[in-house]
């Protein structure tokens, strides 16, 4: 899962800064050496650090004087020579304190104005998410779901729950939470999930208070949005042409059936190979009937991905430009993980996006009459 956080994993801070005795400050306990740097830095417009101060453990402490703000900051320490990632918090104004663990900066916790301590449940949530993420993840490890679609449809039921569970949680905390920069923040990590259906992007996004539109991630999430459209549900599909395995020249509009599935996939990509059994069985079910798939591959090689086809039966169409995440078609669908799929009826026009196991059938019997 790729996450907001994950992308202030390398700061090089300069700076310095005095301390002073307000209630705008950050202080806290922290376990490292005596006369450690701490990098204090926040985000600019265009969404990258920005060098603030620098401050210097004392006795086990930091103190950090913190930006006025007529809104709310997103705040990010990196500490001297320490690679484990970051701590961010939102300051607003009041005095934030608490504990930070050098050696696992995961567990800091640190206690402000509301907005940080939403900031806080938000971690604490993800922490919790990813172990067991972990947990699940090693299950599709088993070498037998490869034979097993029942035991692989049963995992990938158990997948979808997870996401839905860590969806449905970050639309509470958005909804019950308009005018936080945190808001802001989990409706981008949505984004980078790819998890959710533009509209509903869209309206999460329009539910934001002014203020927390007008920062500069809430103009990103706009610009995203509106670059979207062009891919979204109720649009008509955006043709593209790429070569076959047999190296010939095949267009959407070729491959258009009464009803059409884009499969975005690739052969390392073990949720795609799960899915696919999921794929199959549908398409000897409905093919006759109408539906007709072609599969846009994100491999690097030729090999992996002829290999791939071969054994997992996928007899369907298949593009590849063979460009990895770089790949043109991808681009143009704005494809930012996969599995990813769009649905098409008769016309082109896309009519349901990222569906998986029975809602996708559920969704082509309902194109096709059935």
């Given at each position: 899962?790729?996450?907001?956080?994950?992308?202030?994993?390398?700061?090089?801070?300069?700076?310095?800064?005095?301390?002073?005795?307000?209630?705008?400050?950050?202080?806290?306990?922290?376990?490292?050496?005596?006369?450690?740097?701490?990098?204090?830095?926040?985000?600019?417009e265009?969404g990258?650090?920005?060098?603030?101060?620098?401050?210097?453990?004392?006795d086990?402490?930091?103190y950090?004087?913190?930006?006025k703000t007529?809104?709310?900051?997103?705040?990010?320490?990196?500490l001297?020579?320490?690679?484990?990632?970051?701590?961010?918090?939102?300051?607003?104004?009041?005095?934030?304190?608490?504990?930070?663990?050098?050696?696992?900066?995961?567990?800091?916790?640190?206690?402000?104005?509301?907005?940080?301590?939403?900031?806080?449940?938000?971690?604490?949530?993800?922490?919790?998410?990813?172990?067991?993420?972990?947990?699940?993840?090693?299950?599709?490890?088993?070498p037998e779901l490869?034979?097993?679609?029942?035991?692989?449809?049963?995992?990938?039921?158990?997948?979808?729950?997870?996401?839905?569970?860590?969806?449905?949680?970050?639309?509470?905390?958005?909804?019950?939470?308009?005018?936080?920069?945190?808001?802001?923040?989990?409706?981008?990590?949505?984004?980078?999930?790819?998890?959710?259906?533009?509209?509903?992007?869209?309206?999460?996004?329009?539910?934001?208070?002014?203020?927390?539109?007008?920062?500069?991630?809430g103009?990103?999430?706009?610009?995203?949005?509106?670059?979207?459209?062009?891919?979204?549900?109720?649009?008509?599909?955006?043709?593209?042409?790429?070569?076959?395995p047999?190296?010939?020249?095949?267009?959407?509009?070729?491959?258009?059936?009464?009803?059409?599935?884009?499969?975005?996939?690739a052969?390392?990509?073990?949720?795609?190979?799960?899915?696919?059994?999921?794929?199959?069985?549908?398409?000897?079910?409905?093919?006759?009937?109408?539906?007709?798939?072609?599969?846009?591959?994100?491999?690097?090689?030729?090999?992996?991905?002829?290999?791939?086809?071969?054994?997992?039966?996928?007899?369907?169409?298949?593009?590849?430009?063979?460009?990895?995440?770089?790949d043109p078609?991808?681009?143009?669908?704005?494809?930012?993980?996969?599995?990813?799929t769009?649905?098409?009826?008769?016309?082109?026009?896309i009519?349901?996006?990222?569906?998986r196991?029975?809602?996708?059938e559920?969704?082509?019997a309902?194109?096709?009459?059935?």
């Amino acid at each position: 899962m790729k996450k907001l956080f994950l992308l202030f994993t390398s700061l090089s801070l300069i700076a310095c800064g005095s301390q002073n005795n307000n209630d705008n400050a950050l202080m806290a306990s922290i376990d490292a050496k005596e006369g450690t740097a701490v990098y204090f830095s926040t985000l600019n417009e265009n969404g990258s650090p920005e060098p603030k101060d620098t401050v210097l453990v004392k006795d086990g402490e930091i103190y950090l004087p913190l930006p006025k703000t007529d809104y709310q900051g997103l705040g990010i320490l990196k500490l001297e020579n320490n690679a484990n990632g970051n701590v961010l918090f939102v300051y607003e104004n009041e005095k934030i304190e608490g504990e930070i663990h050098a050696d696992s900066l995961s567990k800091t916790d640190l206690k402000g104005g509301d907005n940080q301590d939403l900031l806080q449940e938000y971690m604490h949530f993800l922490n919790k998410q990813q172990k067991a993420g972990k947990a699940l993840s090693e299950k599709f490890r088993n070498p037998e779901l490869q034979e097993n679609p029942e035991l692989a449809s049963q995992l990938n039921q158990e997948r979808e729950a997870f996401i839905k569970k860590e969806n449905d949680f970050r639309k509470e905390l958005i909804q019950n939470n308009p005018n936080s920069l945190v808001a802001v923040m989990i409706l981008s990590d949505m984004l980078n999930m790819n998890s959710s259906s533009l509209p509903e992007i869209k309206n999460l996004y329009e539910s934001l208070s002014d203020k927390a539109q007008n920062t500069a991630a809430g103009k990103r999430i706009a610009t995203y949005i509106k670059s979207n459209e062009a891919t979204s549900e109720g649009s008509m599909a955006p043709d593209f042409t790429a070569k076959t395995p047999d190296g010939e020249e095949l267009s959407l509009k070729d491959a258009m059936g009464e009803v059409t599935l884009i499969d975005f996939w690739a052969a390392w990509c073990k949720p795609c190979r799960m899915e696919n059994p999921n794929v199959v069985k549908m398409y000897k079910k409905y093919h006759e009937k109408g539906l007709n798939i072609i599969g846009v591959s994100l491999d690097k090689t030729k090999d992996a991905w002829v290999k791939a086809i071969e054994d997992d039966q996928l007899d369907w169409y298949h593009v590849s430009n063979l460009k990895y995440w770089n790949d043109p078609i991808a681009k143009m669908y704005q494809v930012r993980s996969i599995p990813s799929t769009f649905l098409l009826d008769k016309n082109g026009k896309i009519v349901a996006k990222n569906l998986r196991g029975q809602a996708l059938e559920n969704k082509v019997a309902e194109l096709l009459g059935e």
